[in-house]
């Protein structure tokens, strides 16, 4: 006898149009409903859509609870009658001996077992989706409210929603951040004064107050800590610890390599390109902007030279990166090169920031505890590279605060002519 698997119902996914007749009410007296809203109504409250169906009796349910209170008896029905025929199965099949027998009735319960398990999924599910509901009410609370941070979301969703906005898929969703080189220098010099004369006694240990009663102008908007502008700028305590020339970095009277200028371009091709991609804010997630930053800056990671300013553009526009726009994305990282290289102030914060972006990653690290030897070993090995990295980054920066800013603005120049030859080329191709 050929032996017959069990059916433990299916999940109705689709319903075939029909024509509208009036249906008797169910449980009570409203508006008709169609063949096809029957299908989709739960047949025990009758007011949500069911999108399971019972194994045993198929009816429609939409809910655990409903599920649940369709009938107490439904489930044991449906165990007592697969026993029962899998008894009876057992004591007409001829010739089974003790050992066959004792096979079918391990079989059964394995399917039992099973059937239990995919209710307790179900089960399951349906709470986490109820709890999801929940969740979603009370962000749309603050949301209507007015509310609504990034500080509302959970680490899970902060985390969750930053990945979407770098990878593009919230690009219309969110409000894009305004990058703070695109700014008037004089307003931005304006608005971060008092920032950092807030980073320099706080370095110190001083109070502003007191900086602002000896005679400093006090006429600057006060900045709050915020996405707009860069976390680490570039002060004049930082400008009073710089050395007066580049022989205190270069040993034996060398002058600085005339390739210098290229690296520049793509460290703050990096730089720009994370910006944009973590929407102004990368402190959400310095772990992964600065993976990303090392890995779009091959200068700081790898020690990669380019020759010349067609190399390094090459280089910087094939890049690739979780920014979904692509090679849109990269041309316009360049084109915020040319803006920052214009202004001494903005050349000097964007490296300040690129080396706070990395000192807070370095940070993290040295708090993080790792129980397991290779994973000690790693970390070492990071926070070591880390440390060479700054070293790059503070000869980088002294080069650019000790040279003339014309060097850079000519360097601008430069590579707003390159760009506009390519798309010459773009074009007639």
Known sequence: MERVPIRLGTLR???????????SPLLYEGPSVTNTSLVRVCRVCTMQEARYTCPRCNTPYCSVDCYRSHG???????????????????SN???????????????????????????????????????LMQ?????????????????????????KFLGEVADGRLGKLVELWPPWWLMNERMYRSETSSRRRQLILEEIGGDIDEAENEGEASSAVVVEPSVLYPVGIFTNSDAQKMPKSMSALLPGGRQPSPCLRYHL???????ALVLRAFNGDYAQDTAEAAFMLLDLCR????????????????????????????????????QDVQQILRTDVFLLDALSDTRALLERYQQEL??????????????????????AIQ?????????????????????????EAYTKYKELLGAQS
Request: a negative charge; hydrophobic letters at 35%; one cysteine or more.
């Open 265 to 271: 371009v793509e460290v703050l091709f990096a730089y």
């Open 93 to 131: 099949a001829r010739g089974d001996d003790d050992k066959k027998q004792q096979k079918s009735i391990q079989e059964l319960l394995e399917r039992v077992r099973e059937f239990q398990e995919e209710q307790q999924q179900l089960a399951d599910g349906e709470d986490d989706e109820g709890a």
């Open 366 to 387: 040295e708090r993080s505890s790792e129980s397991d030897k290779r994973a000690r070993s790693e970390r070492k090995a990071a926070l070591k590279k880390l440390a």
């Open 13 to 23: 996914a689709t319903v075939k149009p029909s024509s509208n007749v009036s249906a």
């Open 391 to 415: 070293k790059k980054m503070i000869f980088y920066q002294t080069w650019t605060y000790l040279a003339p800013v014309e060097d850079f603005q000519a360097l601008a120049a430069e590579l």
């Open 135 to 159: 969740r979603m009410e009370e962000l749309a609370l603050l949301d209507k409210t007015g509310q609504l941070t990034l500080e509302s979301l959970t680490p899970e969703e902060r985390r």
């Open 299 to 334: 200068v700081l990671s790898d020690d990669a030279r380019y020759e010349s300013l067609e190399h390094v553009c090459l280089s910087c526009l094939e890049k690739q990166s979780n920014v979904s726009e692509g090679s849109a994305a990269n041309a316009l990282a360049i």
């Open 72 to 90: 107490e008896s439904c489930t044991e029905q449906f165990f007592e009658s697969h026993v029962r025929s899998e008894m009876q199965f057992s």
